[in-house]
């Protein structure tokens, strides 16, 4: 079990280290590509393009092949693209290299929920995925801070050979200590018959899966949640910088101090859940977690009326991150709960889901021109109703007996 939970880590951490070790380095890197500090912003879209486009064929491939192949082919996607980052002597060459590093870090993303869909049950996924969760809420302000002293005695370049070197650990992982956890992937059964695939006109499928559908109004709702949680917290990351030193007056180190103590606050609540998990029932969690949500939308709107000071927004701040770590591993775990066979596909179309969701929003306030602290308040607002109506109208359903047999076996495996 040890070795499961060592590898889907390792394999989740090469996402979100991708995005933040470089960031240190984007003066340097504009610099020397003769690009603008804003062109070269935009690999984080494209890096994210990368995840998105990745995670759907990674997922249904993970199911039929099984999920070390794609960890492993995704590590080695993701060193290549590194390498090439590194070596890149124009923008061009530099948002290819994003992108390829998208589509590596989004199959080992994919195949690290899928491989704890098929170890755990769903009382200790939902416990692991917490602790996940806090562990991913460190990358954000560690990941920097090894980029600045990276940077302290070697040229930007060394940051993707950093990335790379990462990629290296996890392939290695991935060979020597992973086992296969798809034990129900399609080339193991050969009793079962063929129907079509309604995701995929023209193909076919286990007779098996079609158990297992995704048009089913729970697992819906576990989207949208998870979405909306996504698109809550990335909207934070997104308005931080504007909200914190123009409207509080914080220079960069005061934005980087509240940074890093919100991201303290989600890693300690992150950890918490696994200990309020043995105590509460899960959707108890949840309905907590929403009510933080409408906790922070409350004190932000009281600071944007003048009725509490602007160092009130801290608090705020505060309240999205705890409400997002102790809800999201929660509501993961649930999603990918009644999927024994087609774990891959299932947190395929999670991620493929809160990715572009979070765009979306955000894309769209800035459309329509809406101020920093009102996309924060409204998606804190609006999506906490829909969120809290979701978890008290669609409760998770029982698992079915032919699903808890497959997870017996699995375990016995």
């Not at 608090?315 to 770590?325: D, N």
Request: glycine letters at 8%; aromatic letters at 8%; charged letters at 10%.
């Amino acid at each position: 079990m040890i070795r499961f939970l060592i590898c889907s880590f390792a394999l989740v951490l090469l996402y979100p280290t991708a995005i933040d070790l470089y960031l240190v380095g984007l003066p340097q890197i504009a610099h020397d590509l003769g690009a603008t500090e804003s062109q070269l912003h935009i690999a984080f879209s494209i890096y994210l393009a990368g995840m998105a486009t990745t995670m759907l064929f990674a997922g249904r491939l993970s199911d039929t092949i099984g999920r070390k192949p794609i960890a492993i082919a995704g590590a080695i996607i993701f060193i290549f693209a590194s390498l090439l980052g590194g070596q890149a002597e124009n923008s061009t060459v530099f948002l290819v290299a994003r992108f390829a590093q998208g589509i590596g870090a989004g199959s080992c993303y994919v195949v690290a929920f899928a491989i704890l869909r098929d170890t755990l049950d769903d009382q200790r996924r939902a416990k692991v995925l917490s602790m996940l969760n806090g562990i991913i809420c460190i990358v954000p302000v560690i990941a920097p801070v090894i980029g600045h002293l990276i940077m302290l005695k070697f040229p930007w370049p060394s940051l993707f050979s950093t990335m790379a070197g990462m990629g290296v650990l996890v392939c290695l992982l991935s060979v020597l200590v992973l086992k296969e956890s798809n034990t129900n992937r399609l080339g193991r059964s050969n009793h079962t018959t063929l129907v079509p695939d309604p995701f995929a006109p023209g193909e076919t499928q286990h007779s098996q899966f079609t158990n297992e559908r995704f048009l089913d109004r729970f697992f819906v709702s576990r989207v949208v949640i998870t979405s909306i949680g996504v698109t809550t917290i990335l909207t934070y990351v997104n308005v931080s910088p504007m909200l914190v030193m123009d409207a509080m007056g914080f220079d960069r180190g005061g934005y980087s101090t509240t940074m890093a103590l919100t991201a303290l606050v989600s890693m300690l609540a992150s950890f918490s859940a696994p200990f309020l998990l043995s105590i509460f029932k899960q959707r108890s969690l949840m309905l907590f977690s929403q009510g933080l949500f409408a906790a922070a939308a409350i004190v932000l709107m009281a600071s944007g009326l003048s009725l509490l000071d602007q160092v009130a927004n801290l608090i705020g701040f505060s309240l999205i991150c705890a409400g997002f770590s102790i809800g999201f591993g929660v509501t993961m775990s649930q999603a990918l709960s009644p999927y024994s066979q087609r774990a891959g596909v299932a947190s395929s179309i999670l991620g493929i889901a809160q990715v572009c969701a979070s765009a979306f929003y955000i894309w769209l306030m800035g459309l329509m021109g809406v101020s920093a602290l009102n996309m924060l308040i409204t998606v804190l607002a609006l999506g906490g109703v829909i969120s809290a109506a979701l978890i008290l109208l669609i409760p998770l359903p029982a698992l079915p007996t032919c699903c808890k047999a497959n997870e017996e076996i699995t375990r016995a495996s």
